[in-house]
C-alpha cells in the first residue's frame, strides 16, 4: 500500500515528495517510530505533535502529515499537509488497515452512563446467539474469547483500527463499541463505518473538557449526524435530549422508552435484588440485572438485536440468562449479618442518583444505606460538589474518600466535594482520605441487613495516586472487611 492510497478521503492543502512511496508503519506517537514510519503530527490538549517532527526524521520517519509545514523540508521525506491531522489520522488508519469497518457489523454506542453496560450485554448476548464478536470497551476489549487490556473507553485511530483488523481477520462478524464523547471530537472515530448507533442518555461529566453542557450535546450529536443511511439510530426517548441526538441523522431512527409511545416499549413490573421482572413490546420476560436504569439498557440492547435481524424471543430468552458487566451493581452479601456490599461505577452525579435510588427501592424495611464515595482527579471539577450533595441525600451515612485523585491532592479533592453540603448533610458524612480506611470504616458501622455502596471505581484494578497506579479492587478489599468484623 502507498502513502498515496492511504491518504484517500484525507483533506490535503499541500504535498512535498512524491506520495507513491510503500507504507509499512502508520504513528500517532514519536515515541513509537521507528525507520519507514509515518508520522502523524496531532495537536493535542497538553502537548503539539508538530513539536517531534525533527525528532521523528532522525529516528527514520519516512513521511510526515502536519498541518502546519516546518520551515526546512528535508530532502527525501515526504511532507503532507493537510486541514486536520487528527482527522487524517482516522482516514489513514481506516484504509492502511483495509477498512475494517466495513467488513463487520459495527455498533457504536454513545451517552454519559451506560456504554460499557450496554456495549457488554450485546457482546455477551451475541456470543451466545452463536456469532463470533468483538467488543472495545473500558473494562477490556474483546477479539472472540481472548481478551485485550483496554486502556481507553476507545482507542486512538491506529490502535482502533488494528485492533478491528484482527477482528475481522480472526472471523468476527460484529464488533460493538463504545464511543466515548473525548474519541468523537478528538477523530479518533473518523472514518470508521458504523451500521448502528445507540444513545443512553446525557447528563453532567467532562464539562473540563468539553466546557459547556451545549457543547458536549453538540459533540455527542455529530455522531448520530455523521451516521450513513443504511444505518440505525436508537435513541432514548425519555431522555431529555433524546429525539435531538436524532434529529438530523440519515440513518432510520428508532427510540426506546418506559414511559412514551416507541418502537421498542418496557415496562417494570419487579424491580428486586433478584432481578428486573419487566414486559419489553408486551412480552414478559425475567433479567438477571437490577435497577430501572438497566431497563433502559436492555431496551437498548434488544432494539439493536432487532435491528440487526435476530428472531424477538430468542433475543429474549438469551438476554434473560446474562449478567452485567464487571462492577456494575457487582454485589456480595456478607455469610453471617448478610450485610449488602454493592460495587458500582457510579462516577457521575445522574449515575449515583440512580444507584441510589435503586437501592431505596430494594429496602425492605429500615436498612440504612452506607456510601464511600470519592472524586477522579484531573477530571471535571464541577461534578465534584453535586456528587457529594447527590450522595448526602439519599445514603444514611456517608463516608467521603479519594478515588483516583491522578496529579491532584486528595485533601483538595474532598475539600471541593464538601462545598455541594447544607448543614443537614454535614451531619451525615465524615472524610477519610485513604480508601481502604474509608470502606473499613464503612463496613464498620453496618448493621445486619445494612447495605454499603462503594462507588466510583467498578471493574478498575488500581488507584491512581501521584501518577502511579497501585493495586486496588473495591470488592475484594470489601470482602476483605467483611472476613474482618464478621470473625
Ligand atoms: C484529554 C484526552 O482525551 N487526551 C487524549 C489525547 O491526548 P491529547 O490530545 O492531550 O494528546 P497530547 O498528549 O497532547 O499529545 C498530542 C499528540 O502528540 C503525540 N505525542 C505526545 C508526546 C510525545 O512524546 N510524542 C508524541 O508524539 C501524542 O501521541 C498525540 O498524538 O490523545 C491521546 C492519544 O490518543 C490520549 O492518550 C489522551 O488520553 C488521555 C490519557 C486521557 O486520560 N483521556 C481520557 C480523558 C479519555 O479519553 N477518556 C475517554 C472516556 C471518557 C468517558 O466517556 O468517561 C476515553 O475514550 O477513554
Ligand atoms: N442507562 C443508565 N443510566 C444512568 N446510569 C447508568 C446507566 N447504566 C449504568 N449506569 C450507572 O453508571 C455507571 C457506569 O455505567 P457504565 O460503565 O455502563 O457507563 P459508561 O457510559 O461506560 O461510563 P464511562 O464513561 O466511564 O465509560 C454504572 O455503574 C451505573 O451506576
Ligand atoms: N472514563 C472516566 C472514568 C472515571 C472513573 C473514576 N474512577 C475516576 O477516576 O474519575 C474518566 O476517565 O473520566
Ligand atoms: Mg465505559
New binding site residues.
Given amino acids: 500500500m502507498t502513502l498515496q492510497d492511504i491518504l484517500y478521503k484525507v483533506s490535503i492543502r499541500s504535498v512535498h515528495g512524491n506520495t507513491s512511496i510503500p507504507v509499512h508503519d502508520l504513528q500517532l506517537d514519536s515515541r513509537k517510530v521507528s525507520a519507514g514510519s509515518v508520522f502523524i503530527a496531532v495537536k493535542g490538549s497538553a502537548v503539539d505533535g508538530h513539536r517531534f517532527i525533527d525528532q521523528v526524521l532522525q529516528q527514520g520517519a519516512v513521511a510526515v502529515i502536519c498541518e502546519t509545514m516546518p520551515a526546512e523540508l528535508k530532502e527525501g521525506v515526504v511532507y503532507v499537509q493537510v486541514e486536520s491531522s487528527a482527522a487524517a489520522a482516522g482516514y489513514m488508519a481506516h484504509n492502511f488497515y483495509e477498512q475494517p469497518s466495513e467488513k463487520v457489523k459495527l455498533i457504536g ?1 454513545t ?10 450485554l450485546l457482546f455477551k448476548l451475541f456470543t451466545n446467539l452463536g456469532y463470533k464478536c468483538g467488543l472495545l ?3 477490556q476489549n474483546h477479539i472472540g474469547n481472548e481478551v485485550v487490556p483496554a486502556t481507553h ?1 476507545t482507542p486512538d485511530a491506529i490502535s482502533l483500527n488494528a485492533m478491528l483488523q484482527q477482528m475481522v481477520n480472526s472471523g468476527c462478524t460484529h464488533v460493538f463499541m ?1 464511543t ?1 464523547s473525548h474519541a468523537i471530537h478528538q477523530h479518533r472515530i473518523t472514518g470508521l463505518k458504523y451500521a448502528g448507533g445507540l444513545f ?2 446525557i ?1 453532567h ?1 467532562h464539562l473540563d473538557y468539553h466546557k459547556t453542557f451545549d457543547e458536549y450535546i453538540r459533540v455527542k450529536k455529530s455522531f448520530f449526524d455523521l451516521l450513513p443511511s443504511e444505518a440505525f439510530a436508537i435513541s ?1 426517548a425519555d431522555d431529555k435530549r433524546g429525539q435531538v441526538m436524532l434529529q438530523n441523522t440519515h440513518a432510520r431512527k428508532y427510540l426506546y422508552s418506559l414511559r412514551t409511545m416507541a418502537e421498542f416499549k418496557g415496562k417494570i413490573l419487579e424491580n428486586r435484588l433478584t432481578g428486573l421482572v419487566m414486559t419489553i413490546n408486551d412480552q414478559e420476560v425475567h433479567f438477571r440485572l437490577i ?1 430501572e ?2 431497563a ?2 436492555l431496551l ?1 440492547v434488544y432494539g439493536a438485536a432487532i435491528c440487526l435481524g435476530e428472531d424477538k424471543l430468542e433475543v429474549l430468552r438469551v438476554l434473560s440468562e446474562i449478567t452485567g ?1 464487571e ?3 457487582d454485589y456480595i452479601i456478607s455469610p453471617n449479618q448478610k450485610i449488602i456490599g454493592i460495587v ?5 452525579p ?3 442518583l ?2 441510589l435510588a435503586t437501592i431505596k427501592k430494594l429496602r425492605e424495611g429500615h436498612e440504612q444505606v452506607i456510601t464511600v464515595v470519592g472524586c477522579g482527579g484531573d477530571r471535571d471539577k464541577t461534578k465534584r460538589p453535586v456528587m457529594a450533595e447527590v450522595t448526602c441525600e439519599h445514603s444514611d451515612k456517608v463516608v467521603f474518600t479519594s478515588d483516583n485523585p491522578r496529579s491532584e491532592d486528595p485533601l483538595q479533592i474532598l475539600a471541593d466535594m464538601e462545598t455541594g453540603l447544607n448543614t443537614a448533610a454535614k451531619r451525615k458524612y465524615v472524610s477519610v482520605p485513604d480508601r481502604k480506611e474509608a470502606i473499613k470504616l464503612a463496613v464498620s458501622m453496618a448493621k445486619p441487613g445494612d447495605i454499603v455502596l462503594i ?1 466510583g471505581k ?1 471493574h478498575e484494578k488500581y488507584q491512581e495516586i501521584k501518577g502511579v497506579k497501585h493495586p486496588f479492587d473495591d470488592k475484594q478489599v470489601m470482602r476483605e472487611m467483611f472476613e474482618l468484623y464478621e470473625k
Avoid: C, P, Q, W
Fill in positions: 454506542v451517552g454519559t452512563n451506560g456504554k460499557t453496560t450496554i456495549a457488554t470497551s473500558t473494562v473507553t463504545e466515548s443512553s442518555n447528563t461529566d432514548n435497577g436504569f438497566n433502559y439498557n437498548a458487566a462492577g456494575r451493581f458500582d461505577y457510579a462516577h457521575t445522574d449515575a449515583l440512580n444507584v462507588a467498578g
